[in-house]
């Protein structure tokens, strides 16, 4: 419904973000999310001693000064429409909830890209992450005699466990559900995994092994509303917050979190007349090799490494760059040394800088979602990228000493600002995992899009659901979201929602404008 620059003025190996989804501490949505990033939210909750009684925390633990009583949280975690995925329930509780929310999660992932993956006329691939299965450890087996399910070689129980939770069967189980034929792999490599899934699903595109793809990351705390231990010395705060950047920073606080992109060729996006959320001009992955301390730590020489990388195979200097979200951890080792090395990465360029590069982290506010943290940074970004703002890294009141701020052109962004800058707003993400594998993404706002004229008069929009409870959950979804201030065009809308799978319950609504819309979507009838 909109028309852009012609496809030859576009890069050639750019990869567009056509959807995506996610479910993170305090927030059900990228839009949530926004607002919460937007007004400075901590979405790092404290506890109540009920609520660890409940999850099995001993009152032993909790007269305990170590045992630290945060944590960031989602909502949902018990929730899943087995019917809808084609699943009977007593398979669905024996399924790990970090695959049942990615499968919800793949799902919106496509609705918000405007795709029914079955109807798709080519080949879709999945990357995804997920944590270790807590739940198989704390849930199935808790159930079972080790001695009869785990000492006596393999049984049909624990394979059939393994199937429903096991990080191996997390991709392939969203292309088997969704009938997708393109490459499907679990990718690994601890706090850097989502964002390698994202950098392998762009490999994938550009190599020509599939049309689309969807890239995403589950990690899954179970029990899930615990808080954790801190030891002195270890790399968990011992208030439960995190604070990037500042002197008083003492370690990160570990959370949960769901979330996944929709990926394709720029080129093939604007043809095919796709919503562009960002593009992504280049991505690198590097490993530090032994060259650090210790295997946990981290290479200040490699990170520089791939940063530098990135801009090169998105051709693009370092002093276009005008925001940084880093991987950012809080704690008083990791910071200094990120920082280091983005100072070699920009150093460089010879080109004068038009302004100084802001960094940010998004752990300050939803804590670190381990395999989803990267993700999770890529999906603020594109965020920022849209509303042409970067939000506050919370908790920074006073710069670490070792970050040495002044000797290049970073600052710690400590307040919401638009992002004003003269030329294309770019940003780099970045991802560092345990064990070294760093990966670090170029991304853009995407190109300007010319609305066509749309002739004033009302829009017809069609709804469809398999119950009343979906139903009456969809309308509100979509009724929230066209309230939002966010201008929409409806006839776009109404186009989309015409294009979705037909359910047997229905709904047709003659609406006349946004707000028309809203109205009629959220009304009680």
Known sequence: MNETSPPDALPANA???IGMAARLPGANSPSEFWDNLRRGEESIVTLSEGQLAAAGVTQESLANPLYVRRAPLVDGIDEFDSEFFGMPPQTAR?????HRMFLQTAWHAFEDAGYDPAEYDGSIGVYATSATSMYMVHNLLSHHDPNQILAQG????????SLYNDKDYLATRVSHLFNLRGPSMTVQTACSSSLVA??????????????MVLAGGVSLRVPHQVGYWHEPGSMVSPLGRCRPFDASADGTVFGSGVAAVV?????AAVEDGDRIHAVIRGSAINNDGSKKMTYAAPNGAAQADVIAEAHAVADVDSSTVSYVETHGTGTPLGDPIEIEGLRRAFGVSDTPRPGPCAVGSVKSNIGHLAEVSGLAG???TILCLQNRAIPASLNYTTPNPALNLEQGPFVVQSEYTPWEWDGVLRAGVS??????????????EAPAVTPTVVQPGSQLLRLSARSTEAM????AALGAELARPEARDLADVAFTLADRRNEKIRLAAVVHDQQNAAAVLQAAE
């Open 15 to 17: 990869i567009a973000v």
């Open 94 to 98: 024996m399924m790990d909830p970090q």
């Open 154 to 161: 393999a049984t049909f129980d624990l394979i059939n466990m």
């Open 198 to 211: 994202v950098h392998s699903a762009c490999q994938s595109l550009l190599s020509g092994e599939c049309d």
């Open 263 to 267: 990926l394709k060729p720029l080129q």
């Open 378 to 380: 890529l999906i603020k």
């Open 431 to 444: 991802s560092f995992g345990v064990g070294g594998t760093n990966v670090h993404l170029v991304v853009e």
């Open 472 to 475: 009456d959950d969809y309308r």
